[in-house]
């Protein structure tokens, strides 16, 4: 007889991130749930220095809170020119009610007044998966390198997709096609680091 579905908590109210690690996770034997899924589930703050420590605090926290095998990543963009701002800021980065709109004009704007010729800049994801006691089974980390775009361009995916360009492709993470991010993001190779562990868990 086959396994029933493992049931796994994504750590996140960003439907962005959820649509992905929904993609990602397609090929595994799990019932997918987000935060939104449970009625009182207060927000954990982020407050580790690091995207790892982050993580751990949330796959921890969030899977004492709903007693599932859950899954939190920590991610966000590093900007050379910017000594590796906004890091783990990113989501409150110009204050957490900016729109990203206006983030990428920052980021575009602070790079600008630096007149640094280096455009460099890296996506990193920090992934924890804690038990439904909360203990840390696996960590892993994913880096996606590339340039920030002299301006926006493309209108898909989230956060500050359209100013990145990842390394070898002409296309910005706004432009590219939704499968195509999936493979060469931070998020996918954080991920599959992961999936063999998923896989035994799951197995039928
Ligand atoms: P987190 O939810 O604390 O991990 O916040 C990470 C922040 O980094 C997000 O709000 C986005 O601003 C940014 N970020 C992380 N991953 C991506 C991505 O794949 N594309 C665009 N922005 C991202």
Partial sequence: MSKPPLPITIATFNTGKLREYRSMLSGLNV?????????????????????????????????ELTRTLTLADDSGLEVAAMGGRPGVLSARYGGAATSFDDKMR???????ENRSADRSARFVCEIAVADERGIILYKSRGVCSGTIALEPRGKGGFGYDPIFLPDGLDQ??????????????????????IIPYLRDYTAI
């Fill in 31 to 63: 019932d997918l749930q987000d935060l939104s899924d449970f009625n009182n589930v207060q927000e954990i703050a982020e407050t580790a220095a690091t995207f790892a420590g982050n993580a751990a605090l949330k796959a921890s926290g969030y899977a």
């Fill in 106 to 112: 920052l980021i575009l704007a602070e790079i600008a």
């Fill in 172 to 193: 910005s993470f706004g432009e590219l096609s939704p499968s195509v991010k999936q493979r060469i993001s931070h998020r996918a190779a954080a991920f599959d680091q």
